[in-house]
């Protein structure tokens, strides 16, 4: 059974970091990318972030690039979400994803941490 | 960037009834259309991806068509469980962008 476990959310004063982390089981991490995707309170779906199975290329939206880092830890089956320079408007659920076989949709989801950034 | 745009924004059915949801995209996507449905408190769930492929487990009520451009998803007979908000995703290119969702209330 897939599971993707994510942690490392919390409450943060503008400006500050965060990293979370979402941890996979029950399929071969490092065959798939993943994705992280967040959803701000009452509204709809943003995907963020996208990284290779082999870290070898990453892909971000225009409102965390710059900011923020996805990586992954394949020996460790864990991604990971560094997130920099935070602002009210990054207060969110945030998902990780698993990609589907050999294309970007989102075929298995974590249950989402919730990061809130308010002074 | 490909805009998606979803609609309508709501629904108020009776079980029994079909469900009708648009989705139109800025850009050709060819068939690089998904479908999720999210329930309260909980995280999406992927009903059909790529090329109009239910994916396992999900019910033969729910349906999609479409390419290019254009995109219907539909729900035959609908049931009281199937309440909740149902997004659009384009997988063509990146950004990957999602309908503003539609919300099904079940009466």
């Known amino acids: 059974e897939v599971q993707l476990v994510e942690s490392g959310g919390g409450l943060v004063k503008p400006g500050s970091s965060l990293k979370l982390s979402c941890v996979a089981s029950?399929?071969?991490?490092?065959?798939?990318?993943m994705h992280w995707i967040r959803q701000a309170p009452k509204k709809g779906l943003e995907w963020i972030a996208l990284i290779y199975y082999d870290s070898s290329n990453k892909y971000y939206a225009d409102s965390v690039k710059g900011r923020f880092t996805i990586s992954r830890d394949n020996s460790k089956n864990t991604l990971y979400l560094e997130m920099n320079s935070l602002r009210s408007e990054d207060t969110a659920m945030y998902y990780c994803?698993?990609?589907?076989?050999?294309?970007?949709?989102?075929?298995?989801w974590g249950q989402g941490v919730m990061v809130t950034v308010s002074s | 960037e490909t805009t998606v745009t979803q609609s309508p924004a709501s629904l108020s059915m009776a079980v029994g009834e079909k469900v009708s949801i648009s989705c139109k995209t800025s850009t050709d996507i060819d068939d690089d259309m998904n479908w999720y449905q999210q329930k309260s408190g909980e995280a999406p769930k992927l009903l059909i991806s790529e090329g109009n492929t239910l994916r396992p487990g999900v019910p033969s009520r729910f349906s999609s068509s479409g390419y290019g451009t254009d995109f219907v998803f539909t729900i035959n007979n609908v049931l009281l469980g199937d309440e909740g908000i149902y997004y659009c995703?384009?997988?063509?290119?990146?950004?990957?962008?999602f309908g503003a969702g539609t919300k099904l209330e079940l009466k």
């Open positions: 029950g399929f071969t991490f490092s065959s798939y990318g």
């Open positions: 994803a698993k990609e589907g076989a050999n294309s970007d949709y989102f075929d298995y």
């Open positions: 995703q384009q997988s063509d290119n990146v950004p990957y962008t």
